[in-house]
C-alpha cells in the first residue's frame, strides 16, 4: 500500500452559525484570526480587481480609486474597451454611487449586442489580420443599410455615453 499523502488543513468555521453562513469560505488572514468571506464578498473583489487592472493606466480613472461599489459594477462589464469609456464618461459626471451603478446596469442591459458585433469583429481581424479600419468601417456601413430596411423599435438610449449640449436658453 502506498503512502498516502495528507490533505493540507483547513482552518475550522467558526461554531456561531449566524457567523458563517453555508456558502461561507474560511481564510486564514494571520495566524489565530480568521476571515470569513462568502462568495458575494469574493465576487465583488474579483470584479474590482478586474476593473482596476483594466483602468490602471488611465490617468482619468482616478476619480474611481476610492469607490469599490463602482468598480465592482464595472467590473462586471465584459469588454475592455466598454469599461473604459464607461468609466471615463462616469468620470466627467461624477454621479452618485448609486446613479453611476444604475448608469452601468443600464448599458450592461441593453448594450450586449453592441459587445457582441465588437467582439465578432475582433475575432474576425484575429483570423484575417490584413482587414484595415476602412474595410471594418465599410462593413459597419453595409449592416446599417440593411438594418435601415427595418422597423425596428429603439430600446432603450444611452445619453449619458454621450456628450451633453447645452440646452438652448
Not at 503512502?3 to 488572514?29: E, F, G, Q
Not at 476610492?66 to 459626471?93: F, M, T
Request: charged fraction near 30%.
Amino acid at each position: 500500500m502506498k503512502n498516502s499523502v495528507p490533505l493540507p488543513r483547513r482552518a475550522k468555521a467558526p461554531t456561531n452559525p449566524m457567523k458563517a453562513p453555508t456558502n461561507s469560505i474560511v481564510v486564514r488572514n494571520k495566524p489565530g484570526k480568521e476571515m470569513v468571506r462568502n462568495a458575494k464578498q469574493i465576487a465583488q473583489q474579483v470584479h474590482r480587481t478586474r476593473a482596476m487592472a483594466v483602468l490602471k493606466d488611465d490617468p482619468t480613472a482616478q476619480w474611481l480609486a476610492n469607490k469599490p461599489d463602482i468598480l465592482d459594477e464595472l467590473g462586471r462589464i465584459d469588454s475592455d474597451h466598454a469599461l473604459k469609456v464607461i468609466a471615463r464618461r462616469i468620470c466627467q459626471l461624477k454621479p452618485t454611487s448609486h446613479q453611476a451603478i444604475e448608469m452601468i446596469r443600464r448599458h450592461r442591459e441593453f448594450n450586449r449586442l453592441a459587445d457582441e458585433i465588437v467582439l465578432s469583429i475582433e475575432k474576425y481581424v484575429e483570423r484575417n489580420p490584413s482587414t484595415t479600419r476602412a474595410e471594418i468601417l465599410e462593413a459597419i456601413d453595409t449592416v446599417k443599410g440593411v438594418l435601415g430596411r427595418f422597423n425596428v423599435q429603439e430600446a432603450g438610449s444611452h445619453q449619458f455615453l454621450r456628450k451633453q449640449t447645452p440646452s438652448p436658453t
